[in-house]
Each structure stands twice: as C-alpha cells, then as structure tokens.
C-alpha cells in the first residue's frame, strides 16, 4: 500500500454569506485555532449554504490540495485569496500530495477521527463569483485541480499540527484525478468500461454512483 502522512496545516470552517448580488455560499472558510471536534456531517461549526448540493454524511469534509496553490498564482497573478488556505472552501488543508495521490476509498486518521474518502468535487459557478473571474470553473474542470471530499467514518477530535495519516487503501487503481476525469471532465466518452465499472462500486457517494451509471448508459 502506497504511504500518505501529511501534517494538517489548518482545519477550517465558514459559514454562509452573499459573495455576489443573490449569490450565497459558505465557501469562504478560516482557521480555526484548537481542537476541533468532528462528527458526522463533518467539523463543528462549519455550515453550507446549500444543502440539496452541499454537505451531508458523503461530502462531510471538504480537502483542497495546497500545493495546487503555485499553480493557481501562475495562472491568476496575485490573488489575495490565495494568500492563505480557504480559498477553495477546503476544510482541511495539507501540502505534499494532490488529487493524483489519494484513491476513492482511502482511510485515514485525522486526530482521534477516521474519514474515507467518498466523492470528487464538482465545481460550480460560484467559483467565478468568489474570485471575481469568469473562468475558474471552466479552469478547475480542463485542470482537474477540483479536491474531494470525506465521509467521517469515526467522529472525534482533530487540531492543525495532526497528522493525516492513511491506514487502508482498497482501490488503488481509482485515484481521484481519475474519477474526476471520468464523471466530470467528459472522460466517460473515451473509457466506457471504466465508468461502467465505477458505477458499480458501492463505496463511491450515491450521488455520483448515480451520474456514473447514467453516463454508463
């Protein structure tokens, strides 16, 4: 099994707020100092805005890969969001590993908590609001630099300085890159069978075990 241990260099949480005229959302996140305690929809005191799409028990923690930090920079200049994790309303916030790196299924250790990995992100508009610019959905699609999310599999206790620290990987061969890819990004068309074979793994969300059989059809 491939090894991931990462320290946690922030937890964070938000709550909703307008980011844009009739344009609400709780994706604006900040760190939290001390224990946080984690239960089942995820990190006490976070909140979305939109909960027929947002939040719940498969997409209770949200975990935006910070080295994909640089590359935004390239692409946007000098972005003052950018300055700080939160940008991408990540609730976790760790360095030394991407999308690529961790695998639908995965379990880790967070503090006294376990969370597995459950669902890729599917970026919305809102994303454009929260940067001011028109192109960043349409940029985290064609870049794949979208994060994923946790179900808590075992509520407890976390702090930033934890280790998250991966202790099962059950399907090595779907890294999240390429469920992205597959669900999100129009890879469907180009490998059928994968699809096919993803709709049919009961450990991926039921929301997209749901798109994949549709594209499987």
């Excluded at 604006?28 to 939040?55: Q, T, Y």
């Excluded at 923690?61 to 930090?69: C, R, S, V």
């Excluded at 609001?129 to 064609?142: E, M, N, W, Y």
Aim: with cysteine; charged share 20%.
């Amino acid at each position: 099994m491939a090894s991931l241990d990462l320290t946690v260099d922030a937890l964070l949480t938000g709550t909703p707020r307008f980011i844009a005229d009739g344009v609400m959302s709780a994706m604006g996140k900040s760190a939290v100092a001390g224990p946080v305690h984690i239960d089942w929809l995820g990190l006490e005191g976070d909140r979305v805005a939109d909960p027929l799409n947002h939040g719940g028990h498969d997409k209770a923690i949200h975990l935006y890969p910070q080295d994909h930090y640089a590359w935004w920079r390239e692409h946007l200049g000098d972005h003052p969001l950018l300055d700080a994790p939160g940008a991408f309303g990540e609730n976790i916030a760790v360095r030394g590993a991407v999308d690529a790196d961790f695998c639908l299924g995965d379990r880790f250790t967070l503090g006294t908590a376990i969370i597995e990995v459950s669902h890729g992100r599917q970026p919305c508009a809102k994303l454009n609001h929260r940067f001011g610019q028109p192109d960043i959905l349409a940029t985290v699609i064609k870049s794949g630099r979208a994060g994923f999310y946790f179900r808590v599999i075992r509520t407890g206790e976390a702090q930033a300085g934890d280790r998250l620290i991966l202790t099962e990987r059950p399907c090595p061969d779907w890294p999240m890159s390429r469920v992205f890819a597959l669900l999100i990004a129009g890879g469907h068309k180009r490998d059928p069978a994968g699809v096919a074979a993803l709709a049919a793994m009961p450990i991926l969300a039921e929301a997209w075990a749901r798109r994949a059989r549709e594209l499987a059809r």
